[in-house]
């Protein structure tokens, strides 16, 4: 039976997931947020195809270990950059040390992602989950886009999420002051606005041999939404955890975008692991999506 189009994202999270041998031997990997989940088996991937992987990380102790065992058992090079993608003064800072110290830059991985059940500030004034999820990435992304340019063929990957479908993006209320603040709609609004911001990169890159896509890295078992209450976390691991898949298929997936040959030119694309599908069609408005990178770039102080 087929699926109604809305619905088969249903459908491909089920299909085989393709996968490729292609290498990354020596290639400069930037990924935000490695120390758990997600973002740290795309990294154990991405040594295991050869790259030098630099990671993001607020935490210095699990950075540490992420290091250690990437070194140890796979014997590539890591580096860490500390930072805390909830300030942006901190994005800014990553930025420096990047294009200070990485002539060439060949593959970018947003991935930080949070997810809270109550409203929050951060010292920006920016709801945290929309500056952490959209506003942090779309301001390093834009700021390494030169240097992304300058070392082209060179990849984006914007961790995703089919979280966008449960829309919530409001641009009259970005900060939810009009509106009861909902943790899957704030967390669906900044996974709407960081796709509309894609759509608008991957055209602005056209011809220039750098591609962006996102990626919905599967339902996997892993620290988000671990920073909410008790009640949340006692659901989220004894009820939620038994239905998700082991994030090796998230890393899999990344691995994918970020090396197969096959992929070389194709961007502005949302991929449900490694299968290509059709966003909801609120993240397909492209005059929303205008009026998202313009507020985006305010909100960046871009
Ligand atoms: N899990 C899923 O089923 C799922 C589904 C769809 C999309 N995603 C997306 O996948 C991405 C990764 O999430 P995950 O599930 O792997 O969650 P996770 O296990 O909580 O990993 C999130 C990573 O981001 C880091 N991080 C969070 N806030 C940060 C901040 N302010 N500054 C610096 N680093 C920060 C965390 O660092 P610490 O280790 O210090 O906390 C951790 O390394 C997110 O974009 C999420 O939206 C996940």
Not at 14 to 29: A, F, H, I, P, W
Not at 68 to 77: K, N, P, S, V
Not at 249 to 266: K, Q
Request: aromatic content about 8%; glycine content about 8%; overall charge neutral.
């Amino acid at each position: 039976m087929k699926l109604p189009e809305e619905l088969q994202f249903i459908a491909n999270s089920r299909m085989t997931q393709k996968t490729t041998e292609s290498r990354l031997d020596g290639r400069v990997c930037v990924t935000t947020g490695a120390t758990s989940g997600v973002g740290y088996q795309s990294v154990i991937r991405l040594a295991q195809g050869g790259a030098h992987n630099v990671i993001i990380c607020r935490n210095l102790d699990k950075a540490a270990m992420v290091k250690t065992e990437i070194e140890t058992f796979y014997g590539t090079r890591v580096d860490v950059i500390p930072a805390d993608f909830s300030r942006l003064n901190e994005v800014r800072k990553t930025a420096d040390v990047l294009l200070e110290n990485y002539p060439r830059i060949d593959v970018l991985i947003n991935n930080i992602g949070v997810h809270y059940t109550h409203r929050t500030l951060t010292d920006d004034g920016i709801e945290t989950v929309f500056a952490t999820n959209h506003i942090a990435s779309f301001l390093l992304t834009r700021l390494l886009l030169e240097r992304l340019k300058e070392s082209a063929p060179a990849r984006i990957i914007q961790v995703n999420s089919q979280g966008h479908r449960f829309g919530g993006l409001d641009l009259n209320d970005l900060n939810w002051e009009k509106r009861r603040y909902k943790g899957l709609q704030g967390y669906g609004a900044s996974k709407v606005a960081q796709l509309l911001t894609v759509w608008e990169l991957a055209e602005q890159l056209e011809g220039s041999n750098v591609t962006i896509n996102a990626v919905h890295p599967g339902e996997v078992k892993t620290n988000i939404g671990m920073n909410n209450g008790l009640i949340y976390r006692l659901y989220q691991r004894f009820i939620i955890a038994g239905l998700l898949k082991d994030p090796i298929i998230s890393g899999n997936a990344i691995y994918y975008l970020a090396a197969a040959p096959e992929l070389a030119e194709v961007s502005g694309k949302f991929f449900n692991l490694t299968i290509l599908e059709k966003p909801a069609v609120h993240a397909l408005d492209r005059a929303l999506g205008e009026k998202v990178w313009k507020v985006s770039e305010q909100l960046a102080g871009l």
